[in-house]
């Protein structure tokens, strides 16, 4: 037994870095590396995780204190690895890189906030007693109680439609059990029904090869699977999930939004079962503590679940999927700013497993690093749908007439249409017609956006007030609504198309945030429903499969291209491609409609004609010439401060440090005011990596220590987004 636990105490703080030494008294025999410890620190207790354990301590015994307690659970030895290499790479505290890899319920603190459920549970008594006196005469709740006891095994009692008195008769004659246990507890199911296996396309077939030899081999693999919209890459994550299970391993499978895609998470519920746990922050907390513990046990072996899945604790991990790969979800925004994609890479990697990432349009840095399969075609054959560019200039309105004949057209012959729009509520912003005042957000440099309801709210930091009837500035009663949102096209659909049987529904945002189902209330109507219009933000295009679609619209469809952003043109491809996807899927065919003030746009135009491959193409090409990633690693450093000038200042004094070895460096340069702070960026165009990371964290550890600087956060982002 080692004598000495090196400790990372899970402080926020950056500049509290362990690890810490402590004793390891008998007691403590059974600490590993990855144990939960509650450790004294500073005459605090804290919670902290054991890095590393060791025989003997750079410092006298006597100075060093030993645990108070040590949790039941633990983080698993290959994610506290997982977190220090992460804590490394985004430029982030191992601490707060710990704190992703927790079991789930377990808070920085030294108490776990969530804790096995007991229940009582009710279980038919084994075996039967033998009664020899007359056969007990049974009521017909007690034998219903008996029967779905029989047919369905012990159950809490809250889940048996039984009443405590007929419960409590069968248990004094001798036929149920009633014990205190503990239970499960565990997230609501999909709804499909079990499904086969159907017959591999060949293209599938050819997909899913690689991927089989691999595990077959043991060996890590990295592949693509560039696959059009419809094509199966689904059915090939299965089937190498299927592969993975019977080698005895693990799978995680990576999603953007678990609440845009029931559909792949039902798909597995009905091809694997009680094998298949979810993972995602819309989950109760005894759930999610529960779904971690059932892999922890290995009681599930895989997991489904949106970026912070990524981390689950999938044991003998022997596959890897991310689906969706292009899609910017997968990026954390917050410290540690981490990319699941990076993450799944480099799990995959350790754990000798295949990763599999998947899309229709995929980043070009996927093409460039990895080897592709293609799925060139729809499974049935079908051609992707005709893609129409309608040009918006000179005209008013939000709709074009040929998108209007087309919804019309849905309408009279009863089939669906989806529209994308993406920009949320009402109105953009209203300005007074009087003095030129435009409504802005008190802590944001940005519009403030009317809603529905009568509000204007900022969609940056979620500041809503009401909306104004006249001008506090000139008192002008005039105030003008400027664009369109989802909202006000909804509405505007609603009155002209909508009606009994042609129901037009929207989904962004906003309907996200209303309630827990929400957003599954919304696709479920869609999907039962016979006909009607879906409209809504990027949220509509997103990998939903309605065979019955037979329209497709997208509205001012260059305003992805308008951001300040080398990505911009990527985005705009993807999305409008995503939306394609969703059209067209069943015998009916279907058509594409994107209206644009920017008909010849390399994004637009590529995206009309499917041509990923062309578009990718000259992406990269067009990113080695201005030397952007995959040519380059990006780097960007945020300053904010709530006074003025003293966020530019840091950046400079970071700017300044930074000897070339770095990389270039384009600014500093000032950002819009968020949530009442000022900005300011520094972006780096680092050569190496490795070193650039290393020196910055450096610069950045130096600079926040600094008396001037010590209002300022500062925050990096490696591979911003
Ligand atoms: P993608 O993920 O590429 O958009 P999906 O996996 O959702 O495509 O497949 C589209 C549809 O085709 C789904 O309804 C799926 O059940 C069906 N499908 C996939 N593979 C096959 C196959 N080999 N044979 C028959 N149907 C298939
Ligand atoms: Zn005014
Ligand atoms: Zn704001």
């Known amino acids: 037994m080692s004598a000495i636990a090196k400790v990372e105490p899970l402080s926020t703080a950056r500049a509290l ?30 919670l902290g995780v054991v890095v590393e354990l060791a025989d003997r301590s750079a410092l006298p015994p006597e100075r060093l204190a030993a645990p108070l307690e040590a949790l039941e659970l633990g983080v698993p030895t290959e994610l506290v690895s997982l977190a220090l290499w992460l804590a490394r790479e985004t430029c982030s505290t191992p601490a707060r890189a710990l704190a992703l890899m927790l079991p789930a319920g377990t808070g920085r603190g030294p108490r776990p906030r969530v804790r096995r459920r007991t229940a009582l ?106 696959g059009v919209t419809g094509s199966g890459k689904t059915e090939v994550y299965l089937q190498a999930a299927a592969e993975a299970l ?110 599999v990432c998947g899309s229709a349009t995929p980043r070009p840095e996927s093409v460039h690093a990895l080897s592709t399969v293609r799925l060139p075609e729809r499974v049935d054959g079908r051609a992707l749908p005709p893609v129409e560019v309608l040009d918006m200039r000179d005209r008013v309105g939000a709709l074009h007439p040929t998108t209007r004949a087309a919804l019309a057209d849905v309408r009279r012959t009863q089939s669906k249409a989806i529209v994308l729009l993406n920009r949320r509520g009402w109105s953009n912003f ?89 957003v599954d209330d919304v696709l479920e109507h869609f999907s039962a429903a016979d006909a009607g219009v879906l409209v809504g933000t990027q949220m509509v295009a997103k990998g939903h499969d309605f065979p019955d679609v037979t329209l497709g619209v997208i509205l001012d ?14 985005r705009t491809f993807s999305l409008v491609t995503q939306l394609a996807g969703r059209a067209g899927r069943g015998p009916a065919g279907g058509v594409v409609l994107v209206q644009t003030l920017a008909p010849d746009a390399r994004a637009i135009t590529h995206a009309a004609r499917h041509d990923a491959n062309g578009f990718i193409a000259g992406e990269l090409e067009r990113r080695a010439a201005l030397r952007y990633p995959p040519f380059a690693e990006l780097i960007r450093v945020v300053c904010a401060s709530p006074a003025v000038g003293s966020a530019i200042a840091a950046a400079a004094a970071i700017a300044e440090r930074l000897d070339s070895e770095a990389g270039a460096l384009l600014g500093p340069a000032p950002l819009f005011r968020l949530r009442g702070r000022e900005r300011a960026q520094l972006l780096i165009k680092a050569h190496d990596r490795d070193v650039a990371v290393r020196t910055l964290g ?24």
């Open 17 to 46: 870095r362990g690890p810490f030494d402590y004793s390891l008294p008998a007691a403590f025999a059974d600490v590993q590396v990855g144990s939960l410890l509650v450790v004294p620190f500073a005459s605090r207790r804290m």
């Open 121 to 226: 549970v009710a279980r038919l008594r084994e075996p039967a007693p033998t009664d020899d006196g007359p056969t007990p005469r049974l009521t017909s709740r007690q034998r219903e109680t008996l029967a779905r006891l029989a047919e369905a095994g012990p159950m809490p009692v809250t889940a048996l439609a039984a009443s405590h008195d007929t419960l409590r008769r069968l248990r004094d004659r001798g036929l149920v059990e009633l014990r205190q246990e503990s239970v499960e507890r565990r997230p609501r199911r999909g709804q499909l029904p079990v499904s086969g296996t159907p017959t591999l396309t060949a293209h599938q077939h050819r997909a899913l090869e690689p991927i089989r030899a691999a595990m077959r081999a043991g060996n890590h693999k990295r592949l693509l699977l560039h």
């Open 246 to 355: 019977e080698r005895e391993r693990g799978a995680i499978v990576l999603v953007p939004e678990i609440a845009l895609t029931p559909q792949i998470v039902a798909r597995f519920q009905a091809r694997f079962g009680d094998t298949v746990a979810v993972l995602h922050s819309r989950l109760r907390a005894g759930e999610r503590h529960d779904e971690w513990l059932r892999l922890r046990r290995g009681d599930a072996r895989v997991c489904v679940g949106p970026r912070s899945a990524v981390f689950a604790p999938v044991a003998r991990l022997g596959l890897v999927v991310v689906d969706e790969e292009h899609d910017p979800s997968y990026k954390q925004e917050s410290d540690p700013r981490y990319d699941a994609r990076s993450v799944a890479a480099r799990r995959a990697q350790a754990g000798h497993a295949v990763l």
């Open 430 to 518: 209203l300005t007074c017609r009087g003095c030129g005042k435009a409504w802005c957000c008190p802590h944001c440099d940005v519009t403030l956006v009317l809603h529905r309801d009568g509000s204007i709210a900022c969609h940056h930091c979620g500041h809503r007030q009401r909306a104004p009837s006249s001008c506090d500035a000139c008192g002008s009663l005039a105030v003008a609504r400027h664009g369109a949102g989802t909202e006000r096209l909804e509405h505007e659909l609603g009155e002209a198309l909508g009606g009994e049987g042609f129901p037009v529904l929207r989904l962004d945002a906003d309907v996200l945030a209303s309630g827990a189902t929400a």
């Open 557 to 570: 469809a260059d305003a992805t291209l308008r951001f300040p952003d080398f990505r911009a043109e990527e």
């Open 698 to 721: 450096e610069v950045v550890d130096a600079v926040a220590r600094e008396r001037t600087h010590r209002a300022v956060s500062i925050a990096v982002d490696v591979d911003p987004q």
